[in-house]
C-alpha cells in the first residue's frame, strides 16, 4: 500500500513540475503566440488558416494579405503575390503538403504547412492564385 501511495504522489509531482515549468519557460513560445507577434495589430481578416507555427489571411476592406513562416513573415497587397505553388515533403514516408509563396521585394519564400491534407493545401491555393488573378 505505501509503495502505491509514494508511487502515486511522485507521479503526481512529477505531472505538477511539468505543467508549471512549461507554463513558466514555454510563455510566448507557442505557436499560437508566435503567428500573433508576426501579425499586424490592427489586422481583421475576413478569412485566415493557421497550422502551427504558419498563417495565412486576407483583409480585403485594406486588401492586405498576411503570410507567416515564422520566424519570416510579409504583409502585402494581393497584388504583390508574385508566385504560389505547392511543395511536398516526405519524412520517413509521411507526406506533408505545403503552399510556397513567394512574394515581396526581394522575393522571399514563405510556406504554409498543411498536414497530410491535399484537399485544404488546394483550396486555399485555388483562393490565393485567385487573390493574385483579382488584384
Do not use: N
Not at 504522489?9 to 508576426?38: C, H, N, P
Not at 503570410?67 to 504560389?84: F, G, T
Not at 483562393?127 to 488584384?135: E, P, T, V
Amino acid at each position: 500500500m505505501s509503495d502505491t501511495l509514494v508511487m502515486i504522489v511522485l507521479l503526481g509531482g512529477l505531472t505538477v513540475g511539468i505543467w508549471f515549468s512549461y507554463r513558466l519557460f514555454m510563455r510566448g513560445d507557442t505557436d499560437a503566440e508566435r503567428v500573433q507577434m508576426k501579425l499586424p495589430a490592427d489586422f481583421k481578416p475576413d478569412w485566415s488558416y493557421r497550422c502551427g507555427d504558419t498563417y495565412v489571411g486576407y483583409e480585403p476592406a485594406r486588401d492586405r494579405l498576411v503570410i507567416v513562416d515564422y520566424p519570416r513573415s510579409a504583409v502585402m497587397k494581393a497584388a504583390d503575390l508574385r508566385e504560389a505553388g505547392i511543395e511536398d515533403e516526405s519524412v520517413l514516408g509521411i507526406v506533408h503538403r505545403w503552399i510556397v509563396v513567394h512574394a515581396g521585394e526581394p522575393a522571399t519564400k514563405l510556406r504554409i504547412w498543411f498536414r497530410l491534407s491535399t484537399a485544404r493545401r488546394d483550396a486555399m491555393l485555388a483562393k490565393l492564385k485567385g487573390l493574385s488573378a483579382a488584384g
